[in-house]
């Protein structure tokens, strides 16, 4: 299972990024995904979940902004990612486990991260 982000970047306050979260190696749905982020100095948190029933969630400082879908065709996951403030800044990781534990970090199989800068 091979797990890869892409999509970062620097935006202004009030910007959108999308970010794609390609996951190889499981079969169709058979797996649930969640992107975390870090910023500078702080712990790793968990911004947005789909699982294999697609049910979804989200944390609340990103609820309202942000959106989570899956593209089973392609194993891609998106974050879109509408309103960004300068506190969204941070490596945004994904992640996939055929369990799904929606924004707890106990996914097994996580990508190298992307950056998103949000500057005021």
């Known amino acids: 299972v091979s797990v890869a982000e892409s999509g970062g970047g620097s935006v202004q306050a009030g910007g959108t990024l999308r970010l794609s979260c390609r996951v190889s190696?499981?079969?169709?749905?058979?797996?649930?995904v969640a992107w975390f982020r870090q910023g500078t100095g702080k712990q790793r948190e968990g911004v947005a979940s789909v699982d294999s029933d697609e049910d979804k969630y989200y944390a609340t400082s990103v609820e309202g902004r942000f959106t989570i879908s899956r593209d089973d065709v392609d194993h891609i996951v998106y974050l879109q990612m509408n309103s960004l403030k300068p506190e969204d800044t941070g490596t945004y990781y994904c992640?996939?486990?055929?369990?799904?534990?929606?924004?707890?970090?106990?996914?097994?199989?996580w990508g190298q991260g992307t950056q998103v800068t949000v500057s005021s």
């Open positions: 992640a996939a486990d055929v369990f799904d534990y929606r924004l707890e970090p106990k996914y097994e199989f």
């Open positions: 190696g499981y079969p169709y749905r058979a797996y649930g």
